[in-house]
Protein backbone atom coordinates (compact mmCIF):
# COMPACT_ATOMS: atom_id res chain seq x y z
CA UNK A 1 0.00 0.00 0.00
CA UNK A 2 1.92 3.24 -1.40
CA UNK A 3 0.04 5.44 1.41
CA UNK A 4 2.01 3.62 4.26
CA UNK A 5 5.37 4.21 2.53
CA UNK A 6 5.01 8.14 2.23
CA UNK A 7 6.12 10.72 4.64
CA UNK A 8 4.29 11.47 7.89
CA UNK A 9 3.79 15.04 6.38
CA UNK A 10 2.30 13.99 3.08
CA UNK A 11 0.04 11.32 4.99
CA UNK A 12 -1.21 14.32 7.12
CA UNK A 13 -1.88 16.44 3.93
CA UNK A 14 -3.74 13.84 2.26
CA UNK A 15 -5.62 12.80 5.65
CA UNK A 16 -6.61 16.79 6.26
CA UNK A 17 -7.69 16.81 2.00
CA UNK A 18 -10.25 13.36 3.15
CA UNK A 19 -11.65 15.24 6.21
CA UNK A 20 -12.28 18.29 3.57
CA UNK A 21 -13.43 16.42 0.89
CA UNK A 22 -15.74 14.43 3.90
CA UNK A 23 -17.01 18.02 5.03
CA UNK A 24 -18.27 18.63 1.42
CA UNK A 25 -19.80 15.09 1.04
CA UNK A 26 -21.84 15.74 4.34
CA UNK A 27 -23.33 18.81 3.52
CA UNK A 28 -24.24 17.79 0.02
CA UNK A 29 -25.87 14.57 1.87
CA UNK A 30 -27.62 16.67 4.28
CA UNK A 31 -29.10 19.21 1.64
CA UNK A 32 -30.24 15.85 -0.30
CA UNK A 33 -31.77 14.34 2.69
CA UNK A 34 -33.94 17.53 3.76
CA UNK A 35 -35.01 18.63 0.16
CA UNK A 36 -34.44 15.39 -1.88
CA UNK A 37 -32.09 14.38 -4.76
CA UNK A 38 -32.04 17.05 -7.95
CA UNK A 39 -34.43 19.19 -5.46
CA UNK A 40 -36.14 22.09 -7.34
CA UNK A 41 -35.23 23.95 -3.48
CA UNK A 42 -31.69 24.42 -5.48
CA UNK A 43 -33.45 26.97 -7.47
CA UNK A 44 -30.47 26.58 -9.89
CA UNK A 45 -30.29 25.32 -13.86
CA UNK A 46 -30.51 21.04 -13.98
CA UNK A 47 -26.47 20.78 -14.83
CA UNK A 48 -26.32 22.57 -11.36
CA UNK A 49 -28.52 20.33 -9.58
CA UNK A 50 -26.39 17.37 -10.86
CA UNK A 51 -23.38 18.48 -10.50
CA UNK A 52 -24.08 19.73 -6.66
CA UNK A 53 -25.38 16.00 -6.16
CA UNK A 54 -22.88 14.40 -7.98
CA UNK A 55 -20.62 15.30 -5.22
CA UNK A 56 -22.61 12.91 -2.62
CA UNK A 57 -20.48 9.74 -4.65
CA UNK A 58 -17.92 11.91 -5.92
CA UNK A 59 -16.18 13.05 -2.83
CA UNK A 60 -16.15 10.13 -0.66
CA UNK A 61 -13.96 8.30 -4.23
CA UNK A 62 -11.58 10.92 -4.22
CA UNK A 63 -11.47 10.12 -0.35
CA UNK A 64 -11.08 6.53 -0.70
CA UNK A 65 -8.50 6.86 -3.46
CA UNK A 66 -6.12 9.77 -1.31
CA UNK A 67 -5.76 6.42 0.65
CA UNK A 68 -5.28 3.12 -1.33
CA UNK A 69 -4.41 5.14 -4.77
CA UNK A 70 -2.92 8.36 -3.56
CA UNK A 71 -2.30 9.44 -7.05
CA UNK A 72 -5.30 9.42 -8.56
CA UNK A 73 -6.91 10.20 -5.22
CA UNK A 74 -5.00 13.51 -5.61
CA UNK A 75 -5.93 14.71 -9.19
CA UNK A 76 -9.92 13.58 -8.52
CA UNK A 77 -9.52 16.26 -4.80
CA UNK A 78 -7.80 18.86 -7.12
CA UNK A 79 -10.31 18.32 -9.52
CA UNK A 80 -13.58 18.41 -7.71
CA UNK A 81 -12.40 21.08 -5.76
CA UNK A 82 -11.18 22.94 -8.82
CA UNK A 83 -14.72 22.73 -10.71
CA UNK A 84 -16.43 23.36 -7.11
CA UNK A 85 -15.01 26.64 -6.85
CA UNK A 86 -15.09 27.73 -10.53
CA UNK A 87 -19.08 26.46 -10.66
CA UNK A 88 -20.09 28.45 -7.58
CA UNK A 89 -18.02 31.25 -7.89
CA UNK A 90 -19.66 31.71 -11.23
CA UNK A 91 -23.36 30.90 -10.31
CA UNK A 92 -22.91 33.05 -7.71
CA UNK A 93 -21.12 35.86 -9.26
CA UNK A 94 -23.69 38.72 -8.56
CA UNK A 95 -24.23 37.91 -5.57
CA UNK A 96 -20.00 37.60 -4.26
CA UNK A 97 -18.81 40.18 -6.01
CA UNK A 98 -20.74 42.41 -8.73
CA UNK A 99 -23.42 43.44 -5.66
CA UNK A 100 -21.77 41.90 -2.53
CA UNK A 101 -23.38 43.28 1.02
CA UNK A 102 -20.85 44.57 3.56
CA UNK A 103 -17.97 42.00 4.71
CA UNK A 104 -19.59 40.88 7.24
CA UNK A 105 -22.99 39.71 6.12
CA UNK A 106 -20.68 38.46 2.83
CA UNK A 107 -18.48 36.10 5.02
CA UNK A 108 -21.87 35.45 7.27
CA UNK A 109 -24.15 34.25 4.25
CA UNK A 110 -21.11 32.58 2.05
CA UNK A 111 -19.15 30.63 4.25
CA UNK A 112 -19.14 27.85 2.88
CA UNK A 113 -18.22 29.16 -0.30
CA UNK A 114 -15.09 30.54 1.66
CA UNK A 115 -13.97 27.70 2.88
CA UNK A 116 -13.92 26.15 -0.35
CA UNK A 117 -11.53 28.37 -1.40
CA UNK A 118 -9.33 28.29 1.60
CA UNK A 119 -9.89 24.32 1.16
CA UNK A 120 -8.78 24.33 -2.74
CA UNK A 121 -5.47 27.00 -1.63
CA UNK A 122 -4.18 24.19 0.30
CA UNK A 123 -4.68 21.75 -2.07
CA UNK A 124 -3.03 23.45 -5.03
CA UNK A 125 -0.36 24.53 -2.78
CA UNK A 126 0.47 21.14 -1.43
CA UNK A 127 -0.31 19.37 -4.81
CA UNK A 128 3.17 19.49 -6.25
CA UNK A 129 5.14 18.20 -3.56
CA UNK A 130 2.56 15.66 -2.70
CA UNK A 131 2.65 14.41 -6.15
CA UNK A 132 6.34 14.20 -6.34
CA UNK A 133 6.42 12.54 -3.14
CA UNK A 134 3.48 9.82 -4.06
CA UNK A 135 5.33 9.48 -7.35
CA UNK A 136 8.79 8.51 -5.63
CA UNK A 137 6.98 5.81 -3.56
CA UNK A 138 5.14 4.35 -6.77
CA UNK A 139 8.00 4.18 -9.20
Known amino acids: ?51 WDSLIILDPIAVILLFFKPKLGLYLTAIIISFDIIHNNIFYIEELYLNPPELGIWIKKYWMILGQIIFGGFVVLTYTENLKEIKSKTN
Do not use: E
Not at 30 to 45: H, I, M, R, T
Open 1 to 51: MVFKKLKNRTKVILIAQSVGMLMGTSTHLLWVFKNGFLSDNYNAPIFSKIF
